[in-house]
């Protein structure tokens, strides 16, 4: 498995009192799986990818990525582990605007200290082969979302955390970019683990894990 979340529970404190946001959540994600993360508006999506991302703690239980417990690490670790373990693919593309598309496709994987590979042939597979001296500005959309995807991919990460990554793309490109996804993580051996509100989009994923209240439904 490249994660397993065990009886994970966070809370926040409100002027009433601790809000619990996560209750006894558990569930895994096999090397080279996809999995929708699904479920209405609060929740507790946002907070559990946050928590399995190490951008903030659970109060209980335990995330393990790829065999490291990271409620057991220091900020540094859980940075050190978001740079060369997980690969992270958000709504905003977050593109570096001065440097140009194979620049931007290569930066994660350079962070990480790894080669990034044939830039050639993933270009070619998110259809940017014609656009590599391009920046960010001279690019749809959905062309920003493919480098987006392809940066995060090229650095060869073992758990990709995508959150509604396609929402704000048309269904059809939407529908595009969730098979290059799959497809690129699939050949990498990458878990997938994806929020999306589509179930379109859910239903093409391997499995699904749905939230309620907080709650595994």
């Known amino acids: 498995m490249v994660l397993k979340v065990r009886d994970v529970e966070k ?13 006894d959540v558990s569930f895994d994600l ?47 670790a859980r940075a050190k582990l978001r740079r060369e373990t997980v690969g992270l693919i958000f709504q905003q593309f977050n593109l570096i605007p001065s440097l ?3 620049s931007n496709l290569t930066f994660h994987a350079r962070l990480a200290g790894r080669d990034p590979g044939n830039i050639a042939d993933l270009a070619a597979r998110l259809g940017l082969t014609d656009h590599l001296s391009r920046y ?25 955390l995508a959150d509604e990554p396609t929402g704000n793309l048309d269904e059809t490109t939407s529908d595009d970019m969730m098979a290059l996804m799959r497809d690129l993580s699939r050949d990498s051996g990458a878990g997938l683990l994806m929020v999306t509100h589509s179930e379109r989009l859910a239903a093409t994923l391997d499995a699904r894990l749905h939230l309620r209240a907080g709650q595994v439904a």
């Open 136 to 160: 960010p500005e001279q690019l749809s959309g959905g062309q920003q979302q493919r480098v987006a995807i392809g940066r995060t991919l090229a650095a060869r990460p073992k758990l990709v």
């Open 11 to 23: 809370s926040y404190q409100t002027a009433d009192g601790p809000q619990p946001v996560l209750r």
């Open 100 to 102: 140009d598309v194979v």
């Open 30 to 76: 096999g090397v080279g799986q996809t999995l929708a993360l699904t479920g209405e508006s609060g929740s507790g999506k946002s907070t559990l990818m946050h928590l399995i991302a190490g951008l903030d703690a659970p109060d209980a239980g335990q995330i393990v990525i790829d065999g490291q417990d990271i409620a057991a690490m220091d900020d540094a």
